[in-house]
């Protein structure tokens, strides 16, 4: 599971030189505008360690996404195991974020529905979830697209973003493994 392809993309494990553009991401206000803070370049470097660290421990978790055409960095895919409380958890999440040059091109549901067939196909999870701010529309779009749906019963405050933040309510969705 270290690498695989979908049909314009790489998904596969982080590399020293993804360090700069990854930190531009997490500086971008635009990228970083549905999440608490921006991450200082620490704070970045620390992410792809814990993610690199993951897919090692695992063969499984957020994989570097690159342009397959290009060679070019565009963010990250994957799943993961929320680490905070919540009444829908334990479960696995899929998640993404691209540099905003790569928006708009089908990327985020390009890679995540390759995320999903791992999940899916070779985990043999039952379910996979997903969660964003209320706010970010484009996200909820990208679940939409992947089959996902949503109960707003299920909406819930995110315990690690402070109380009072525009970004503490989250939506969440829900995807379950079709079966034969």
Same mark, same amino acid.
């Given at each position: ?31 970083? *505008?549905?999440?608490? $803070?921006? +991450?200082?370049? &620490?704070?970045? /470097? ?5 993610a690199? #660290? ?27 195991v ?27 549901? *390009?890679?995540?529905r $390759?995320? +999903?067939?791992? &999940?899916?196909? /070779? ?6 979830? #997903? ?18 749906t ?25 995807l ?5």
């Amino acid at each position: 599971m270290t690498e695989f392809c979908s049909s314009r993309l790489l998904l596969r494990h982080w590399r020293e030189e993804d360090r700069e553009p990854f930190a531009a991401m997490g500086a971008d206000p635009e990228v970083m *505008e549905h999440f608490p $803070a921006r +991450l200082s370049h &620490a704070e970045s /470097d620390a992410f792809i360690d814990r993610a690199g #660290s993951t897919l090692e421990d695992r063969g499984w978790g957020l994989w570097a996404v690159e342009e397959l055409a290009t060679g070019r960095f565009i963010g990250f895919t994957g799943l993961n195991v929320p680490g905070f409380e919540a009444p829908f958890l334990p479960a696995v999440e899929v998640g993404w974020r691209l540099r905003r040059d790569a928006w708009g091109h089908g990327y985020a549901t *390009e890679a995540a529905r $390759a995320a +999903l067939a791992v &999940a899916f196909d /070779d985990l043999e999870l039952p379910e996979i979830v #997903s969660f964003t701010a209320v706010s970010n529309i484009r996200s909820q779009a990208v679940m939409r697209r992947l089959g996902m749906t949503t109960d707003p019963a299920e909406d819930f405050d995110h315990p690690a973003v402070a109380v009072g933040s525009p970004v503490r309510r989250h939506v969440l969705y829900r995807l379950r493994r079709l079966h034969g």
